[in-house]
């Protein structure tokens, strides 16, 4: 029903495209902008989770390569007192521990975790799909 006084284009459910597509713009915009905040606060949740597992890492690091020195060494003395020479014994054991060093490092460089926010960025393409369909 229309009240007197109010013509089809100027009612409240009738507005014409002239008032809606800049609404639409600003509404447009206003997603793009929660959206990218959405991004920044999974990216800064993920460097920094990044940042304490490194750290971590570092230190427990630093004391497996003291303990796997004197484990080394251990066994280095230990073949010796088998009856391998000192020099042969510290070779053998070297080799052995180089080559599963390469192979750990070659598997830890593979099963390295993607740092792309994949909930951010399936979102925002929603969003340019949704904006898209509505500009149409």
């Known amino acids: ?10 009612g409240a459910g009738n507005r014409n495209i002239s008032e809606l597509l800049p609404e639409f713009g600003n509404e447009v915009v206003q997603l793009m902008k929660s959206e990218a905040d959405l991004l920044r606060t999974e990216l800064n949740a993920k460097v920094e989770r990044l940042e304490t597992a490194a750290g971590s890492m570092a230190v427990g690091a630093v004391c ?6 004197v484990l080394l060494q251990a066994l280095v003395v230990a073949l010796t007192n088998a009856g391998m020479g000192a020099g042969w014994a510290s070779l053998l054991v070297g080799v052995v521990v180089g080559i599963i060093g390469i192979a750990l490092l070659g598997y830890g460089r593979g099963a390295a975790p993607g740092l792309m926010p994949r909930r951010s960025a399936a979102e925002a393409q929603k969003t340019a799909a949704m904006a898209k369909e509505k500009m149409q």
């Open 1 to 10: 029903m229309k009240t007197s006084g109010e013509s089809p284009k100027t």
């Open 64 to 69: 497996l390569v003291a303990a796997l020195l």
